[in-house]
């Protein structure tokens, strides 16, 4: 037991405690009838028979479901033209049968896909056929000419119909540069998914190397957009534009590598992330017992993969100059009504105060990805237009993936103090303040300890009850605790997020850093506002919540472990806060005891 009289500077620290906990709530059930009774079947028999989570069953069927749908519709609405392209991001451990979900939703897509690579061959044999009796033809005619008479020869030339090269078969990409899906979508097919089981074969691919990860985070997000390819080269040959592509995707990834890929700044400030729609369902492992299903003989995924190849199959609608140009699906008055009130609703919940403060650049496109839902599910049901029965399920999954944004970046709600505590640990960290005094701190420290002493006293009052601060018998004097600066420096093994900056508004439960230091001046660039979809962000400044799902309430009395009074003389009590009055000394026969409310020890005669 440590000897309480001995001097400040003898006393062996301990431990300090944890200002916030590593719990995380349960993730919502998915709302399965949402998706109606196609894909909602598909993704109970899914999750039936591969013994995965709904939610990871119904991430893998609508974004199948959003590629197939994505070339033939897109929504418009008071003038603005949406596509119906939706990016997935699932994050589970590396042997949740992450392709065991995926390799079902997308049989229709590979088999559509096998289907013309086959038919691709025969084409290439055509067109190099036909090419060379081209070439043949132009160059008779040239020797006729003999130099006379050119311009009638370049008439007959120009008359002659040139073999078009065929379009590239393939539909399908797993861990392809930013250059090559533009050449994809250049020379092949107008209509693909970016889709790959396993998301650290992308984000650790060449796309995502440093020195091409700006202008890949760039080049995806103008695809989720719907904005034309351009690609500007030396060569006349390479340089080249396409309008109308379309580009869906779902990547699946263990936390490991997500926690690297969110807490990316580069994707942070791009708003890259905001376009995914990201689900971490909780894993099965060890109550997957065997179920003898055979999926081919589910009447439901018949259904399924027959519509989806219907979809695939089905003709394209191209303009004059051969580009993807979907046919147009409006909402219905009643629908609209619906969503400008879903669209208010989230928006008034973007403020400071509001429910989505903390996931900003997420809640920003949420009326926008309702919308695109909405398509997706009236393309698959083969309406001509949103209803509202459409739109009402298209919210219904629009709230359900506010709320797994809300459960990763702020879990529980929890004291405001123990956040800003946490805030001013890291902050001490991050500037190497080992030792210090009460004033100095109040003129040079972080913005919110700068608001008065008082607010001041109580956060070094917490630091110093959890142990993670030391003050000297005048309470002016702190020093960290050498543990604290371990503990701070150890990499945390929870299966939340560590260290991840995901969450988007200051001052808020998320701001824990478990990994590394991060200075509270940190700045974001969020996404614009609901109102505008599709268009360029607008920056704001803020810095940039660390710790997705890293959060959870902890109250300060239960941080403490001293139920009884206890001698106030020569402790380590955390000093009284700062008055320009001081009360006088405690006596020698004084108790303190603790205030849970005001978390303070005070003095009882």
Same mark, same amino acid.
């Given at each position: ?125 055509? @067109? ?114 396409? @309008? ?59 259904? @399924? ?172 004097? @702190? ?127």
């Amino acid at each position: 037991m440590t000897d309480l009289n001995l001097p400040m500077e003898v006393i062996p620290p301990e431990p300090p405690q944890p200002l916030i906990s590593d719990e995380v709530e349960s993730q919502a059930l998915y709302p399965v009838e949402a998706l109606g009774s196609l894909l909602g079947a598909a993704v109970s028999a899914i999750s039936s028979a591969v013994r995965v989570p709904e939610s990871l069953a119904a991430q893998s069927v609508l974004s199948a479901a959003a590629m197939a749908a994505q070339p033939h519709a897109n929504l418009t609405l008071d003038g603005r033209i949406l596509p119906l392209s939706l990016f997935f991001l699932t994050v589970a451990e590396s042997g949740d049968r992450k392709s065991g979900a995926d390799r079902p939703a997308l049989r229709a897509h590979h088999e559509h896909q096998r289907a013309l690579v086959s038919a691709y061959r025969e084409q290439q044999r055509t @067109y190099r056929i036909e090419k060379a009796a081209y070439d043949k033809a132009c160059e008779a005619l040239l020797k006729q000419s003999k130099g006379d008479n050119m311009e009638g020869i370049a008439e007959q030339v120009a008359a002659l119909p040139e073999p078009q090269m065929p379009r590239q078969p393939f539909i399908l990409a797993e861990e392809p540069t930013l250059e090559g899906l533009q050449k994809a979508f250049l020379r092949g097919q107008s209509s693909m998914g970016l889709f790959s089981d396993e998301g650290g074969q992308f984000f650790g691919g060449n796309a995502m190397k440093p020195e091409n990860l700006l202008k890949s985070v760039s080049g995806l997000s103008k695809f989720w957009d719907g904005s034309p390819i351009n690609r500007t080269r030396a060569s006349d040959e390479e340089s080249a534009s396409c @309008y109308g592509s379309r580009l869906s995707a779902h990547l699946m990834m263990q936390p490991v590598v997500a926690k690297e890929v969110l807490a990316n700044p580069i994707m942070q400030g791009q708003g890259f992330l905001a376009r995914f729609l990201v689900s971490w369902p909780e894993s099965l492992a060890g109550s997957r017992l065997y179920r003898s299903i055979d999926l081919n003989a589910d009447p439901s995924m018949g259904q @399924y993969w027959q519509r989806m190849t219907e979809l695939l199959k089905k003709p394209l609608n191209l303009n004059d100059q051969g580009e993807l140009d979907p046919r147009s699906i409006t909402l219905t008055p009643e629908a609209k009504a619906l969503w400008i009130a879903e669209h208010d609703r989230i928006e008034g919940q973007l403020g400071r105060l509001g429910d989505y403060a903390d996931i900003k650049a997420v809640g920003s496109k949420a009326a926008e990805q309702i919308l695109r839902i909405a398509g997706v599910l009236a393309v698959v049901d083969d309406q001509a237009s949103v209803d509202s029965n459409i739109l009402q399920r298209a919210i219904e999954l629009g709230r359900w993936y506010l709320g797994e944004a809300l459960r990763l970046c702020y879990p529980v709600r929890q004291d405001p103090e123990l956040v800003k505590a946490q805030k001013l640990i890291d902050w001490l960290h991050a500037k190497g303040w080992t030792e210090f005094d009460a004033r100095t701190l109040q003129r040079e420290g972080p913005s919110f300890v700068r608001k008065s002493a008082h607010t001041r006293n109580r956060l070094l009052n917490k630091l110093v009850i959890a142990r993670h601060l030391s003050a000297d018998d005048s309470g002016k004097i @702190y020093r960290l605790n050498p543990l604290s600066l371990a503990t701070f420096a150890t990499p945390a093994t929870s299966p939340v997020f560590q260290g991840v900056e995901l969450c988007d508004a200051s001052a808020t439960p998320c701001d824990k850093a478990a990994t590394r230091p991060v200075s509270p001046d940190f700045v974001a660039t969020l996404s614009q506002p609901v109102a505008m979809p599709s268009q360029a962000e607008s920056p704001v400044s803020t810095r940039l919540v660390a710790g997705v799902a890293n959060v959870a309430s902890t109250e300060a009395s239960n941080l403490i472990k001293h139920p009884q009074p206890k001698p106030c003389v020569n402790t380590q009590s955390p000093p009284e806060p700062i008055k320009e009055n001081p009360k006088p000394a405690v006596k020698e026969d004084q108790l303190c005891l603790f205030n849970p409310e005001r978390g303070l020890w005070e003095g009882e005669i």
